[in-house]
């Protein structure tokens, strides 16, 4: 799917929203955002890919803040070093972040490659903004909460959309049954994937096997949230994001 067909389907989202959110449009909008962001990154030299100066090329998202393409690619590269997983919306206030954070440097005469002398600038936009939803809240989620956010996690999966066989696990877990083009995990290579959402935490995901290395998913703790990590679990069942275990 082109970039510009995406953005086209999000402003038909947006002029149709109804009041009360519909979960099929999250669920919607995280596949096609990750479609977007995977073709992006199979293919960084397309022409659709714009390289702004100062202000130049801010693009507003439907449900977000606003960002330079130069700055959202600077938060896309940092996040391939660190060791979790980012929801695209999580990506997008980071991007934010960092295109004020430049803004502000920018009007006490520090040019964008001065930070890299002190700092990496686009790793710590991203580091603070996830830590939003990856630490304890600071109201912990009661078990109903955090049971009706795995249903929520559930139906996205098993829509038609993202098209996963999943099913609750033990404790808060959903069990993620591997695709054929899944990496090998656990003693067989054939273990399943598993996700968990917690009271005093957030989302993080792992091979269904003993010992196995668990991750990290920085994403709202809502439906619109569930609908994204169901996107990201299907390009990791898929193989589209590689081994994000071995980061």
Do not use: C
Not at 26 to 38: G, N, T
Not at 103 to 120: I, L, P, Q, Y
Not at 206 to 225: E, K, L, Q, R, Y
């Amino acid at each position: 799917m082109s970039n510009d067909k995406v953005d086209e389907l999000r402003e038909i989202v947006r002029a149709n929203r109804p009041e009360t959110p519909d979960p099929s449009t999250a669920i919607h909008a995280a596949v096609d955002r990750q479609a977007s962001a995977l073709l992006a990154h199979r293919e960084p030299d397309s022409a659709s890919v714009i390289e702004p100066t100062g202000s130049e090329g801010t693009m507003p998202t439907p449900e977000g803040p606003a960002y330079t393409t130069e700055a959202y690619a600077a938060v896309e590269k940092a996040a391939k070093s660190l060791r979790s997983l980012y929801a695209p919306s999580v990506l997008d206030q980071a991007a934010a972040l960092l295109t004020d954070l430049w803004a502000v440097g920018e009007r006490h005469g520090v040019e964008r490659k001065e930070w890299s002398w002190a700092t990496d600038l686009a790793s710590g936009a991203l580091e603070v903004i996830a830590s939003r939803y990856t630490h304890t809240p600071d109201t912990e989620r009661t078990g109903e909460q955090v049971f009706a956010l795995r249903r929520d996690l559930i139906e996205a999966l098993t829509s038609a959309e993202i098209g996963l066989s999943a099913r609750p696990g033990s404790r808060t877990l959903t069990v993620v049954d591997r695709l054929p083009e899944t990496l090998r995990g656990g003693f067989h290579g054939d273990a399943n994937l598993v996700v968990g959402i917690y009271s005093n935490g957030g989302w993080d995901i792992s091979m269904n096997a003993d010992g196995a290395t668990v991750v990290s998913i920085a994403a709202p703790a809502t439906t619109a949230g569930a609908a994204e990590i169901a996107a990201l679990v299907r390009a990791v069942a898929r193989g589209e994001l590689g081994n994000p275990f071995r980061r």
